[in-house]
């Protein structure tokens, strides 16, 4: 990203907030890009480091790859560490390198992240577009993997950095405010990455009974709105010589919230108690 533009640069900060999220199956993998790169151009920070390779293993990458960081050690300081949540072998695999052409061996797809558009270069495109429409192209028989390159915290990519990459792409922010830290850019394009790629399939519950997603059938309901109307009459709120259109009111109540069969016996059981409540009243 470009860091040292106002409009959808990036700031040089440290966001701590956790969303701790499932693993789930891998739905596809692309054999036209059977590998994906992330690299840091001259990272500042070790915490982004850490957030960074949070953000690629929730994604399901693990290649990360750094450029000339700030702390030649910074794999293994301890804010890296603990900004990563638990992806240490993200770090683990990590490679500090010299020179750009060494984190590039075998990438054959270059993405840089500038925010602004050069006069000259690649053409700028929405992450979602252009990544799209990458896998729908015919493979060549050299491209062996795809790199994603963000420049440094202070100030983004340099433009002969930019100038050798296919494309620059630009995560689409609100027109007055594009601020994004360096893991949040590198968590939205690592998702636009993965969702071309096909995804993951949603984590389910696997300790749920089977029957509790069932809806419940016709003859389930009238039962419930029976019991209802039995609950109701009992503490004086439905006056049975008058019932007006309460109980058809419900019916269609019901009718909307399609319960499922463990609802309808939770509410079976709101029904009884209403029903023990009463007969004790009268007692």
């Not at 990458?134 to 440094?152: K, T």
Request: with cysteine.
């Amino acid at each position: 990203m470009d860091c040292a533009r106002n409009k959808g640069g990036l700031r040089d900060d440290s966001d701590n907030s956790a969303i701790l999220l499932g693993a789930a199956p891998r739905r596809n993998v692309s054999t036209v890009f059977p590998f994906t790169r992330f690299v840091l151009i001259e990272t500042s920070h070790a915490g982004n480091v850490g957030a960074v390779a949070r953000a690629m293993k929730v994604m399901g990458f693990d290649d990360l790859v750094l450029v000339r960081p700030r702390w030649p050690d910074v794999l293994q300081r301890d804010e890296a560490v603990e900004r990563s949540s638990g992806a240490t072998d993200v770090l683990a695999r990590a490679r500090v390198v010299d020179t750009l052409d060494e984190a590039l061996e075998g990438v054959t797809h270059l993405c840089a992240t500038a925010m602004t558009p050069r006069d000259f270069g690649p053409p700028t495109r929405s992450p979602r577009e252009h990544l799209s429409n990458l896998l729908q192209q015919p493979s060549g028989a050299g491209e062996r993997g795809v790199a994603f390159l963000f420049g440094s915290e202070r100030y983004g990519m340099r433009n002969e950095d930019v100038y050798r990459c296919h494309v620059c792409l630009s995560i689409p922010t609100a027109p007055d405010y594009g601020s994004l830290n360096l893991a949040a850019a590198v968590q939205l394009l690592a998702y636009e990455w993965r969702q071309a790629l096909g995804g993951f399939d949603p984590v389910k519950p696997t300790d749920q009974p089977a029957d509790t997603d069932q809806a419940a059938d016709a003859q389930a309901l009238t039962g419930l709105l029976t019991h209802w109307e039995q609950a109701l009459v009992a503490i004086d709120f439905l006056d049975p010589a008058a019932p007006k259109k309460l109980l058809p009111r419900l019916n269609q109540l019901l009718n909307r919230a399609q319960p499922t069969e463990a609802e309808v016996h939770i509410l079976r059981g709101v029904a009884r108690a209403m029903l023990r409540v009463a007969e004790r009243a009268k007692r």
